[in-house]
C-alpha cells in the first residue's frame, strides 16, 4: 500500500516531535486529541512537519525562539515549560535557557520574564525528577 | 578622574549597543533623547549594559530572541525592523531571520507573522540602500 | 411607582444574561458582586443590555465571536469556559464550537487554540455533569 | 500527470481563498512571496486547505470568529480591513459587521472596538470604490 | 417635558467628555460617529457617563491609570496621544506624563514605552501648536 | 570599605522595594532568587533603584499606573495581587483601588477588569489575615 503526500508531512511531523520534545510532547497531544483529534494533527503536520523540519535554521535556534515568543507573550504557561524541557532536549543548557528569558524583561517587562523563570524551574525539576526517580 | 560605575554600565552598554545596532541604534535614541532623556540613557545601561553584555548568552541567540518576540508580540514595528537589521550586523543571514519570523506563525499566528516579514522586507531593503547608495 | 430607564437597560441585560448564560452567569456576577458590586451591575447593563440585546446580530453569531475573541486573546480562560457553555444554550453545537477555536490557530497560535480547546473540554463536562448528575 | 496530495491541499486552499477574499487575497499573499514565498504557500495550504475547508462550520460563521478575533487581538489592521471586505464578500452585511465589531469593546475594551471601526470604514470605502469606479 | 435616564446618562457623560477631552474628545468621536453611531454613544454612555465620573477616584489618578493601560497595551496609539493630551487639561504635568511611560518600561517592556513616549511627544507638539498658531 | 555605585543602586532599590512592598517584596525576589539571582539583583536595580526611586511622580501616582498596567494585560496575576497590596502600603484604599481596575473594563474589557478584581479580592483578604490572625 503506497501512503498519500499527508501521511508523508505527518510522518516527517511526528518523528520530528519525538526529536524535539521526546515522550512528552506525543503526552500532551494524546490529552488534546481527546477533544480535538484533527488540532492534534495539524499540530504534527504544520509546526513539526512543515516549520521545523525545514532546513533553514537549526533546531537549537529554533528553540530559542520559541521560548523567547512565549515567555513574552505570556498567554501559555504549559507550553512553555514544554517548550524548555525541549530546549535542553536540542542542547541548550540551564544557563541559556535562563538568559533567553531574563533578556525578554527587555521587550516583554518583567512580570512575563518572572513568569518565564517560574515554568523554567518546574521544567528543570521536571527532567531531574524522570532522570532520578 | 576616575569613572563612578554607573559610567561603566554606561559605557559597556553603549559599546554593545554599536556592536548590535551600528550607528541606527544612537539615532533611535538621539531621537528618543529629546523627549525622555531618562530612558535613553536606561535604554544604553539596563537592556545593553546588564543583558546583553552577560556572557550566558551569545549575540547572535541574544538577536533570534528578540526578533522571535517581538514578531510575536506585534505592538513594535519599527523596534523589530530596527532587531532585524541588528540581526544581520551580528551574523545572521536573511533565511535564517525569515525561517524564525515563518516560525512564530506557529505560536502568535500568521497576521503576527506576515506583519514580521513586512518589517523584514523592510530592513533587508534599508540595508541594501545604504551599502549601494 | 415607575422604574427609571436604569432600571429598563437592568432589567433587559438581566433577562438577556439569563437567556445567553443561564443559572451560571448569575453566580459568575453573584461572586464578582461582593467586591465590586458596580462592575457587576454595569456589566449586565452595557455588555448584556445595551450590546448583546442590539436587533443587528443574532445571539448565535454574537456568541461565536465571543468565544473567537477570547481564545485568541488568551487572558480569560474562566469567562472563555463560561462562554462556550453559553454558546451551547444559544445552540452552537459542540462541533462548531471546536471548529472556531481551531480556527484560531490561524490567527492567535497554536498556543491559544490548545488552552481553547482546554476550556471546550471544561465546559462540555460542565455541561454532562449538571445533565447526568 | 497525477498531483500530489500537497498540491490538492494547496489547490483547496487556493480556490477557498478566492471564494473568501476575491483577487484581494490573491493580491496579497503576491507581494507577501517576494519576501517569504514558504509562508505564502503555507497561508494556502493551512489556513485556507486545512482549516477554512472543513465542513464543521459555514463560511460566514468562520468570517465572525476572524473579524472578531482580530479586532480584539488588535495586532494586524491591514489584515482585519481585508478579513472585513472577505465578510461582505461571505454574505454578511455592514450592519452585521459593525455590531461584531462594537460587541468587543466587551472583550478588548472601546480602542480596539474604535480601531475596528475604522478599519471596517476603509474596507467598506475600499469595495465602493472598485464597485462604482 | 422630562428627560428619560439615558439621557441623564449621555448628558453626564458629555459634560465629563469635555471636562477631560476638551474639544478633541467630540472630533474624535465625530468622526466614529460616521461609521459607527451606536458606539459613538456608548463611549459618551459607558467610560464617561458611568466610569469616569463615578466618586472614588478623582480624575487625575483616572488619567494615570489610563495613560499606563495604554503605553502596557500598545494596540492604540491614537487613543493614547488623545488621553495624554488629556492628561495634561486635568492637571499632569508632561514631566509625570514621562514617568508614567517610562516606568512601564517595567511592566511592559522597553518597546512599549518608547512607542508610548513617541505618542506623548506628539501630544505635547499638538497642544503647543493648537496654544501658539 | 567603600561600596560601589552598583551597590547604591541596589541599597537604593532595595530600601524602595521595602517602602513599597514590606515583606512580600523580598519573599517574592528570594524564591526568584534560587533560581534566576540576577534577575533578582535586576529587579531591585532597576524598578526599584532606578524608575520607583525617580522624583517625577510620587509613590502612589506610580502604583496606581502599576496597577492599571498589570489589570489591563492581564498576563502576570500573582505580580497584580501582589501590586494591589502594595497600593495600599502606599496609601490607596481599597475603594480606589476597586475604581482603578473598575476603569480597566474601558480599555482593556470587562474579562480583564473582572479578573483583576479576583485579584484585588485575594489581596484584600491576605492583608486581613496578616492583620488578624
Known amino acids: 500500500m503506497t501512503q498519500d503526500s499527508k501521511s508523508e508531512r505527518y510522518k516527517k511531523g511526528f518523528a520530528k516531535l519525538q526529536e524535539v ?10 490529552d488534546l486529541r481527546k477533544t480535538a483529534p484533527a488540532l492534534a494533527d495539524f499540530i504534527i503536520e504544520y509546526p513539526y512537519g512543515d516549520i521545523y523540519s525545514r532546513p533553514g535554521l ?5 528553540q530559542i525562539a520559541t521560548i523567547a515568543a512565549l515567555t ?4 501559555a504557561h504549559e507550553e512553555l515549560r514544554v517548550h524548555i524541557q525541549a ?4 542542547g541548550l543548557s540551564e544557563e541559556e535557557i535562563i538568559e533567553i528569558i531574563m533578556q525578554m524583561s527587555v521587550y516583554a517587562g518583567f512580570p ?3 513568569n518565564g523563570i517560574e515554568a523554567a524551574k518546574e ?11
Open 21 to 30: 520534545h521526546g515522550k512528552v510532547g506525543e503526552d500532551v497531544l494524546d
Open 112 to 114: 512575563a520574564a518572572m
Open 123 to 133: 521544567a528543570f525539576e521536571n527532567i531531574k525528577t524522570k532522570k532520578n526517580p
Open 87 to 90: 530546549g535542553i532536549n536540542v
Open 58 to 62: 537549526d533546531v537549537r535556534s529554533r
Open 72 to 75: 513574552a507573550m505570556g498567554n
